[in-house]
């Protein structure tokens, strides 16, 4: 398969023809993926790829009749039963007309079914990307267990840094670990092959794992941690019960924080530099010229003076309790102070963001789906169905894909489109999906 843009190198084994552009110019048209499904870093990776163009293939179980996978958009789905012998034989057949196959599972269970790194050696010399993403590193103690996000970035480090002063380390619910350390740090890793076989014109091995992937991600927040800056003193803190939540970054520096509004919205402060916080003083005393009942206001000359946090704390809180959430968005808006309001899910997807979405779809309870990024201005990503701003906002989000939903699709573009054999797959249970010709049609999602 030749792949516009470079990209391609000897790509592609044959046996499915590429698809029809969409016309659209995305970057990663003509790239064939096969992923393995599962948990929800994996099919990130996944959906990232089919944002931009790529023709992404889900290896779904048979005898599934749902995927509980809400980030399938611009996937097909094929359901095959690599236990069996027909079936196993199929997904060779389909990675070898593969660009990149993305392998979600622990270690050893792409090994176990013949379909590893050495079983794969000529698609891989060939210009196949294998892309693996665990959540533990592939070796040492911890490889084989199993694990979620709060798991992996408590190994990495970062977890003790995170939280409050006094009280338990927090977890930033499954962000840190899952996507930025693992579905994003694989994505990279996948761009990188495919850049590099460009030149070379052959595939290799991308290891991913969300240990790594968030110390890397966490790189500033880790180095900076051994510093201490000579006027704002420590930044962020080393990860102990004695340091955690006492400095600038961490939310120990009363000038970097969220505050309590009197309607019991909130906004955020993070008046870091002087002259910011210079500024961000003088918003506060134009809005409340006599400062609030037990505090007076501060001087821009003590910003740094740990000893006056607490009273800069209570002076703080004590102002943005005087007055709603809108006075205070009115009063910092296009002010250099560092201020901005706190917005729910509901209220970023109107006017957090430009575009913003369709009210009558967030008033509905209809999905607003995040709008594609980065931004390219030539040859953009796929406006996805349900985001704010395009011609796709008021068709409903694209959230569930069943389980073999394009088998019959994919079979034809594999030769195998009619007949016995077509049969024979489906009876012996080597795959399976809502059109099987037993008649036995599953409804789709």
Not at 350 to 359: F, S
């Amino acid at each position: 398969m030749s792949i516009p843009g470079g990209l391609g190198g000897p790509g592609g084994g044959g046996g499915l023809p590429p698809r029809p552009p969409t016309g659209q110019g995305l970057p990663l048209e003509g790239i064939r993926v096969v992923e393995f499904s599962g948990l929800a870093p994996g099919p990130f990776v996944g959906m990232v790829l089919a944002d931009f163009g790529a023709d992404v293939i889900r290896i779904d179980k048979t005898n599934a009749t749902l995927n509980p996978d809400s980030l399938c958009r611009g996937k097909r789905s094929i359901a095959v039963s690599p236990k069996d012998p027909d079936g196993l034989d199929l997904l060779k057949q389909l990675i070898a007309t593969a660009d990149v196959v993305i392998d979600p599972f622990r270690p050893g269970v792409l090994e176990r079914l013949g379909l590893g790194p050495q079983d794969l050696e000529k698609d891989i010399q060939r210009g196949l990307v294998l892309a693996r993403l665990t959540g533990f590193q592939r070796v040492g103690p911890y490889a084989n267990m199993a694990g979620h996000d709060i798991n992996y970035i408590a190994l990495s480090g970062v977890l003790s840094m995170l939280g409050k002063a006094g009280d338990a380390p927090e977890p930033p619910s499954n962000i840190l670990g899952d996507f930025a350390g693992g579905s994003m740090i694989c994505l990279l890793g996948i761009l990188f092959a495919l850049i590099e076989r460009s030149r070379s014109g052959r595939g290799q091995v991308v290891e991913a794992d969300m240990v790594t992937g968030a110390r890397y991600a966490s790189t500033f927040l880790l180095l900076t941690s051994y510093l201490s800056h000579p006027q704002y003193g420590a930044m962020l803190n080393d990860g102990t019960d004695a340091t955690r939540g006492r400095n600038i970054l961490d939310g120990g520096a009363p000038w970097y924080g969220v505050y309590k509004c009197q309607d019991g919205g909130w906004m955020s402060v993070g008046a870091i530099e002087p002259h910011f916080y210079k500024v961000f003083l003088d918003v506060l005393k134009k809005a409340l010229p006599s400062a609030p009942a037990g505090t007076q206001h501060p001087s821009v000359k003590t910003q740094f003076d740990r000893n006056e946090w607490p009273q800069m704390q209570r002076y703080f809180a004590a102002c943005f309790a005087q007055l709603p959430r809108k006075d205070w968005e009115r009063f910092f808006l296009r002010t250099d102070a560092c201020v901005a309001p706190v917005l729910s899910r509901d209220e970023a997807a109107l006017d957090g963001v430009i575009p913003g979405a369709n009210p009558d779809n967030v008033e509905s309870g209809n999905p607003v789906v995040p709008g594609v990024a980065p931004k390219l201005s030539r040859t953009p990503g796929r406006n996805p169905s349900g985001s704010a701003g395009g011609e796709w906002e008021d068709q409903g989000a694209e959230m569930l894909l069943t389980p073999g939903e394009h088998t019959d699709d994919i079979l034809a573009e594999l030769g195998i489109g009619g007949g016995d054999r077509r049969i024979e797959l489906y009876r012996r249970g080597a795959v399976d999906g809502p059109d099987k010709p037993e008649g036995l049609i599953r409804s789709k999602m």
